[in-house]
């Protein structure tokens, strides 16, 4: 038998999570979804309140010079 995942007593020969991983993960399911959740949120947060501030800017501090002056035919 070759070396590998079929060593492993989490999957079985069809490459799916056996009844051992699926026990082994359980306890951190919800800490885990809770997490993933949290750091979407802060991305979307960050990301939304970026768009908010950028979206705000009307750039009336901004000097725009004259059109340049046409060049004298010689």
């Given at each position: 038998?070759?070396?590998?995942?079929?060593?492993?007593?989490?999957?079985?020969?069809?490459?799916?999570?056996?009844?051992a991983?699926?026990?082994?993960?359980?306890?951190?399911?919800?800490?885990?979804?809770?997490?993933?959740?949290?750091?979407?949120?802060?991305?979307?947060?960050?990301?939304?309140?970026?768009l908010?501030?950028?979206?705000?800017?009307d750039?009336?501090?901004?000097?725009?010079?004259?059109?340049?002056?046409?060049?004298?035919?010689?």
């Open positions: 038998m070759p070396a590998g995942i079929f060593n492993s007593t989490y999957y079985g020969k069809d490459y799916r999570a056996g009844a991983l699926l026990r082994a993960r359980r306890p951190y399911l919800v800490k885990n979804a809770v997490t993933g959740l949290a750091l979407c949120g802060i991305t979307v947060g960050v990301y939304a309140y970026t908010r501030a950028v979206g705000q800017e750039f009336s501090d901004v000097q725009v010079p004259d059109t340049p002056a046409e060049p004298k035919k010689q």
